[in-house]
């Protein structure tokens, strides 16, 4: 397990994007949760800090938590968020996405895209001149995860020796969950029903990281396996967005998968449960389980505002301690 200690002295210079959690090393990510965390202990700090940006926010996908975390995330920095729809932008009439990429870097301080595929977002920040977050796409969800690893310190006082325990649909939340833990030399365990894990490109890339850090990642398709002595056990919806029509016969496939009561009771006694919302009660959590006092959705929830501020003082330079903004506004770290 790779400590703060190891990593947070000094500087820390900011990727140019978000596009992955694996675009941040281990220091990058210790340094942005400590500032969250200050952030989140004294939120009306920073009201000047992006004092003029415009932060242009380009969903293509609905979404509650992260477009008003957002939202809220630039006011309280001081920056004014710009909601774009695809059907308010000339994309629907054929524009490249690269031209677009240009013309909002022209506008916009930072691009904020939650969309489909991966590569749209990252030929988006391929021309984009400005720094591009992704706030999800079927691939990479990062900062679900960075908000998740708050939470986790937050309840623990430390990310050292935590268990994770995956369930369910081998997603983009699964993806930025391993490879989370695998940049800090963590332990998670991904249990899913035969072929619906995760992608092999991500798993390999995860395990590569793993290597150099000394992280544990282990694929099972037993949940209770996966649960056993798990500190955190984390569950998603079992048909994502895109996925409805293969909602009913995923609730027959992944119905060994719900975390309830009985599933509970392998984790530790400490364990805490967790979820990056939306929930379908009922079906991949019960209600005894969500609502419990050992659950931490709403503080996941909430710390998506938090860690997405530090996410953009990073990228965009503003007064952040710790952190120089590099090469911001030039080409990103690749994953």
Partial sequence: MITPNQTSAGATTAPSDLLR??????????????????????????????????????????????????????????????????????????????????????????????????AVLDEMAEAAEKPVINALTDDHH?????????????????????????????????????????????????????????????????????????????????????????????????????QESEAASRKQIFGRYQVNDQLFTRAAPHAIFMHCLPAHRGEEVTDRVIDSSRSVVFDQAENRLHVQKAVMLMLLGGNAPHISAGQKRTRRIHA
């Avoid at 004014?80 to 524009?95: A, M, T, V, W, Y």
């Avoid at 031209?99 to 930072?110: I, K, N, P």
């Avoid at 006082?157 to 490879?179: E, F, K, P, T």
């Fill in 21 to 118: 959690i694996s675009e941040l090393d281990a220091r990058q990510l210790y340094v942005l949760l400590d500032l969250a965390a200050e952030m989140k202990a004294a939120p009306h700090g920073w009201e000047t800090a992006l004092h003029g940006d415009t932060v242009a926010m380009f969903f293509e996908k609905p979404s509650t938590r992260t477009r008003v975390s957002f939202a809220a995330a630039c006011q309280h920095l001081g920056a004014l968020p710009l909601g774009l729809r695809p059907d308010e932008l000339q994309l629907g009439r054929g524009e490249p996405i690269s031209d677009t990429a240009r013309v909002l870097s022209g506008y916009a301080s930072a691009i904020v895209v939650r969309t489909f595929a991966q």
């Fill in 142 to 242: 990062p900062c679900q995860a960075l908000a998740d690893l708050l939470t986790i310190r937050e309840r623990f006082g430390s990310l050292q020796g935590i268990r994770v325990a995956y369930l369910g649909d081998g997603n983009n939340v699964a993806h930025s969950l391993m490879l989370a833990a695998a940049c800090l030399g963590s332990s998670i365990r991904v249990a899913t029903p035969e072929g619906y894990g995760p992608k092999a490109e991500i798993v390999k890339q995860a395990k590569k990281i793993a290597s150099t850090t000394g992280a544990t990642i282990q694929l099972l398709t037993d949940a209770e396996k996966a649960a056993m002595g798990a500190d955190a056990i984390y569950t998603d919806v079992w048909a994502s967005m895109g």
